[in-house]
């Protein structure tokens, strides 16, 4: 297998006026293609910091990340965002739709700035809103569906690229169980059909989807599970 | 409760600081203008509605025929008052003082002249400041200006003067002493106005006087025509016209519509960016709304915090506008407005203003509280595009606004062009700058004349006679060859070296200006002539009796092409062909040109110095000297100031315009962060989120433009301005203009929320979600 994730020594630190706060603190993993990696650790310890990292909406203070095989240590704003599209897919805890688009339209959003024409716009976005099962929803805005719909919602967004990894921040922690477990179903059948899922969470139930389990305390690995 | 609104309000406006600091400035100089156009307006139109003008329609309307007409007590009529037309020219001496003239201009009126409103355009805005209105047997009214020149700070009210009649000519107040009753303030302290009692003599009087209650103007005109009056000379009857001057005539209620609207425009434009940012700021809190309503707050609660949050920003809005107001007064005092008001009222006027705005804004924000009653997250939702909706009308309203004063300063400069374009001139501003031009004077004037042509400042001089360069209207008369007659404007007469002065090229010999009978004509004419087989080199000219006179020499460029084609307008069938310039040795206007090492406020200095020496210290000389372009500038001062104000009213458009959309786009990118980050994480480049953000305000702009600037241009600029025949513009022109236009203010737009932009582009996405 290869190795799409690979970090050396990565430190984040958050500085304000008078402290500073090491989120991160020599964080060695790798991931390889295909994988289902969960990320687990209590609050505060540096796990959604470590998937924004890994995800490409931050950079590391120190360290190497080798995403693919290519360093985006030091990428700008726009090279992350350039290597994102299409890669990189994104679920958040609370889904992070867009209120003013309707279902359709956030589905689309990151086809449209990949500047994919209308005609394979319209028939990926139909294709993802079937897998998730969602069509009969799209002309509805986030705010007139349950949490669940918003976070099937944010995986079709996620998922309509077709992108190599999916990174999943806390993706059950506002659904109730049954749609807990729905979420998770549809990562791990993403993950079976070849998408790499990096997922953080608290739940020992959601982390038990995952082929291994990293565990962080205080911004470093202190244990690697397979399971 | 109303403590917790107003502490609410407060708070709500510090959030957004910079926002609501551009909607109260915004708001502040919409009242202000709106004030000043107000004002202006009542001034102007504002008259009482009962004067009369009456006009002696088959006689001279002399002071004779007035004096009649004040014996007959005519039914009907009441307050019959009268002033003369023209002044005499005439010198004011003061008690002891027999050396020292002031020249004055002297008016005749009747007693009670300023006792009642005027319809006079001279006359009505004159005000008394100070002593009576009226004056007696042996009392004058004086102008500002003369009082403050004879007698500075002490009260001239009481004190005596002596008209003498001017230039050693004899009229009715030469020699009469008079005693001040009162002080005119005229606007204008350079005015130098005395008036005096009416002598009933042949000037011709301009006549007021007022409906008395239960006539009309029809049954006043009947009642003069059958009073029996007489003219004096020859005892035929006297007919009267009865006009009402402030009763508004098509032409000028259709003028007062259009400047209201403008100034109403003006306002609308600060209050759309004021309203955009209360709707904005209420369709971005619609979390704090509900909030509210879960927690027991009625609809009514929620319209008195928004209603707070409307009076806070109104009353701030209406200081600034109290200190736009202070800060403009005395610019608009400058030029000459400020009599027309005062300042106390020109802040009640911008209160009124503000409190239609009040219950304009009252009832606007009704409807956002009225659509909250629909509780349902899909209306939420539609309500917020709606909003959106709202915000990009009121924003097209604006660019409709701006357009139209882009449309308006184009129309007002290319007047401008026109106008100013009469200055027979080849000599660039610097140049004119250099050249001083005098006109004879009474006192002493070999003398001064000597003295200059001998300074060493001046480099070369000039003189002629009649001259057309800073009156700017043409006196014209028939040139004839043989049985050939055409007709040509007078340039000047006086001595030939004026073209060299002047720039102008000429072919031809440069003769003596005493040697008399010769003329010379510009290309178009010479060859005009040319075409007559009799054509022998002389021409005969309707002016001097039709005399004969040699052609000396041809104007070779057509400087005056514009005055001939605004000639073809003016006489139509006998155009005017081209212009003589006649070789004269009397002169009345002097040039000097000033060598460039000195400046002309040196050279100025000289001149009074020498003029000084042989005119009463009681005269203004330095009034007297002016370079040619202070001349020019002079004549047009009224066009520059159109155009300048023109220019201002643009500037406070785009000012406005652009401040709302910087507003909107900080508005924007503070309260849609979420927005933004998530459009980021989803592949959105800065490119995407520049267009993101700026195309919406950059496509209501065109398509506004699209449909507002085609309009415009056609009615504006090519039928209302080409329509009386002075072709001012083609269809190309009025689409580079509108180009121009578009390109300037999009320009203006991108260039001033550049800033804004490239912090909304530098956003963190990561950080927004963690916040999140």
């Known amino acids: 297998m290869e190795k799409i994730i690979k970090t050396e020594n990565i430190r984040k630190v958050f500085r304000t006026e008078d402290v500073e706060t090491w989120a991160l603190n020599g964080v060695d993993i790798e991931i390889n293609e295909g994988e289902f990696v969960a990320i687990m650790g209590p609050s505060g310890c540096g796990k959604s910091t470590l998937l924004n990292i890994l995800g490409l909406l931050d950079n590391p203070s120190e360290g190497s990340y080798l995403l693919n095989g290519t360093d985006v240590t030091l990428f700008t704003e726009d090279n992350r965002t350039t290597l994102r599209k299409g890669v990189i897919g994104f679920v958040f805890q609370s889904f992070n739709l867009i209120d003013d688009l309707n279902v ?23 294709d993802a809103m079937r897998r998730m099962d ?91 599970i397979h399971q | 409760m109303l403590l917790h609104y107003m502490k609410m309000a407060v708070r ?249 609207i403008f100034s109403w425009l003006i306002f609308l434009i600060g209050f759309i960016t004021f309203m955009k940012f209360m709707i904005q700021m209420f369709y971005t809190r619609q979390r704090e709304l509900a909030l509210r309503k879960c927690v027991g707050s009625k609809n009514k609660g929620l319209y008195m915090m928004l209603a707070s949050e409307v009076t806070a920003m109104l009353a701030c809005a209406f200081a600034v506008s109290c200190i736009t107001s202070e800060v403009s007064f005395n610019y608009i005092s400058y030029m000459h407005f400020g009599y027309l008001f005062s300042f106390s009222s020109l802040i009640v006027a911008q209160f009124e203003t503000t409190l239609i705005a009040f219950a304009i804004s009252l009832v606007v924000i009704l409807f956002p509280i009225m659509r909250l009653r629909k509780v349902d997250m899909k209306g939420a939702m539609l309500r917020r595009r709606q909003g959106k909706k709202m915000k990009n009308a009121m924003l097209a309203l604006q660019f409709a606004i701006s357009i139209t004063f882009l449309v ?11 106008d100013i374009g009469w200055l027979p001139d080849k000599l660039s501003a610097s140049e004119q700058r250099r050249i001083i031009s005098l006109h004879t004077m009474k006192f002493g004037w070999d003398e001064i004349r000597s003295g200059i042509e001998k300074h060493p400042m001046v480099e070369e001089y000039v003189y002629c006679n009649n001259e057309n360069r800073s009156s700017g209207s043409f006196s014209y008369h028939t040139c004839i060859v043989g049985n050939d007659t055409v007709y040509s404007g007078i340039l000047a007469h006086g001595d030939p070296r004026y073209f060299e002065f002047f720039n102008i090229s000429m072919e031809g010999k ?63 069938e006998c155009p005017i062909v081209g212009f003589v310039f006649l070789v004269d040795s009397s002169y009345d206007t002097y040039y000097y040109r000033i060598k460039e090492r000195y400046t002309t406020d040196e050279a100025k200095d000289a001149f009074e110095t020498i003029m000084r020496k042989h005119v009463p210290e009681s005269l203004d000389v330095r009034e007297n000297i002016h370079t040619l372009y202070e001349e020019h500038m002079d004549r047009y001062k009224e066009l520059y100031g159109l155009v300048n104000l023109m220019y201002m009213l643009v500037f406070v458009c785009l000012l406005v315009v652009v401040l709302s959309v910087y507003s909107s786009i900080s508005l924007d990118a503070a309260t849609r962060q979420k927005d933004i980050a998530i459009r980021k994480i989803n592949g959105a480049r800065s490119l995407d989120i520049i267009r993101h953000f700026i195309a919406p305000y950059l496509i209501n702009y065109t398509v506004t433009f699209v449909v507002v600037y085609p309009f415009l241009g056609w009615l504006l600029l090519l039928r209302m301005l080409n329509g009386n025949g002075n072709r001012l513009t ?30 909304i582009m530098k956003v963190n996405p990561a950080e927004v979600v963690r916040r999140e």
């Open chain 1, 104 to 126: 359709y339209e956030n589905i689309e959003l990151p086809l449209l700035y990949m500047g994919i024409p209308r005609k394979e716009r319209k028939r990926r976005v139909e």
């Open chain 1, 134 to 224: 969602i069509t009969h929803r799209a002309g509805h805005f986030p705010q007139q569906l349950s949490g669940g719909q918003q976070q099937r919602v944010a995986i079709a967004r996620a998922v309509v690229a077709t992108p190599k990894i999916i990174f999943a921040d806390e993706p059950t922690g506002n659904l109730d169980s049954k749609n807990g477990i729905e979420v998770m179903e549809l990562l791990k059948q993403l993950n079976s059909e070849g998408t790499t899922i990096v997922m953080v969470t608290h739940s020992q139930r959601d982390a038990s989807y995952a082929k291994r389990v990293i565990n962080l305390f205080d911004g470093q690995v202190t244990a690697e």
């Open chain 2, 12 to 260: 709500q406006l510090l959030k957004y600081k910079f926002q609501t600091f551009v909607s109260m400035l915004c708001m502040g100089i919409g009242l202000t203008i709106n004030g000043y156009i107000k004002l202006v307006l009542d001034a102007e139109f504002g008259g009482p509605r009962d004067e009369i003008r009456l006009y002696i329609t088959d006689a001279s309307q002399s002071a004779g025929e007035y004096g009649q007409l004040e014996e007959k007590r005519v039914e009907g009529i009441e307050n019959l008052r009268a002033a003369t037309v023209r002044p005499h020219q005439a010198n004011a001496f003061v008690e002891g003082k027999p050396e020292l003239p002031y020249e004055v201009n002297v008016f005749g009126m009747t007693p009670d002249l300023f006792r009642h409103s005027l319809s006079s355009s001279m006359e009505r805005h004159f005000k008394i400041m100070a002593g009576r209105d009226s004056i007696g047997r042996n009392e004058v009214l004086v102008s500002n200006g003369l009082a403050k020149r004879i007698y500075g700070k002490e009260s001239a009210i009481g004190k005596s003067i002596t008209l003498v009649a001017d230039a050693g000519g004899e009229n009715d107040y030469t020699g009469c002493s008079y005693r001040i009753a009162g002080i005119l303030n005229t606007g204008d302290d350079s005015e130098q106005y005395v008036y005096a009692p009416l002598v009933y003599n042949a000037d011709v009087v301009k006549i007021f006087a007022n409906i008395a209650d239960g006539y009309t103007a029809k049954e006043v005109q009947h009642a003069l025509n059958n009073a029996g009056l007489k003219t004096p000379d020859n005892g035929t009857p006297i007919s009267f016209a009865v006009i009402e001057p402030n009763v508004m005539h098509v032409e000028e209620i259709l003028a007062y519509i259009v400047v209201t």
């Open chain 2, 408 to 418: 308006l300063l184009g129309v007002v400069l290319l007047i401008a062009e026109y």
């Open chain 2, 510 to 572: 440069v003769v003596a200006p005493d040697e008399g009978n010769y003329v010379y004509v510009d290309r178009i004419l010479y060859e005009r002539l040319r075409q007559n087989p009799e054509f022998d080199g002389t021409v005969t000219l309707s002016f001097n009796s039709f005399g004969k006179y040699q052609i000396a020499g041809v104007v070779q460029e057509d400087i005056y092409a514009k005055e001939r084609i605004a000639y073809v307008d003016h006489i139509g």
């Open chain 2, 730 to 759: 083609s269809t190309t022109e009025i689409m580079l203009y509108g180009v121009l236009i578009y390109l300037l203010t999009v320009g203006l737009l991108v260039l001033t929320t550049w800033g804004k932009i490239r912090a």
